[in-house]
């Protein structure tokens, strides 16, 4: 019986160990641009950031009825996709770097992210930006008052909102 269990356990590490790091998966178009997408927006971020925008992905796929390519491709939602961006030329080849592994695990299973952990956000943005979407514009006595929004979470670098 020993022996059996250990077998188990071999074949289950020389199996099931490289899908779980990501390595050897086998990607749809639709999860290698979800996952170059949370690669070009926080691969800098750690696991942590890089949940927290596929959990955008995924709120915002969820919200707005759209595939998460739809979403991610969508124009001016993710700078890394923006056309005068500079490095998303570079967007492919981002699958081969050491953060890519886990990149792809979530772009797997986006579907069964927890998007409370951002609170269900649907923006974010860099710390030290203050986009014109991070305001709300109130009257008073006549004057236009641009009023900051406080962020939902902030995790690492970026700070998080529901807009929608």
Known sequence: MKLFNVTIYIVTIFIL??????????????QRIVAMTI???ARGEGEVGMYAVACIIAQRSIAWKQTPTQVCLKDWQF???NKNDPNRKKLPSLL??????????????????RRDFIKYADHYCHIDKNP????KTITRKGKKIKIPIKPLVVINR???YKLR
Not at 17 to 30: A, V
Not at 96 to 113: G, I, S
Not at 132 to 135: A, D, K, Q, R, T
């Open 158 to 160: 970026h700070k998080f």
């Open 17 to 30: 160990c490289p899908l779980l790091r990501g390595d050897s998966l086998r990607l749809t178009q639709e």
């Open 79 to 81: 700078s890394c996709w």
């Open 96 to 113: 081969n770097t050491p953060q890519a592994a886990y990149a792809k695990r979530l772009a797997v299973n986006l579907n069964t992210l």
């Open 132 to 135: 014109f979407w991070s305001y």
């Open 39 to 41: 690669l070009g927006e």
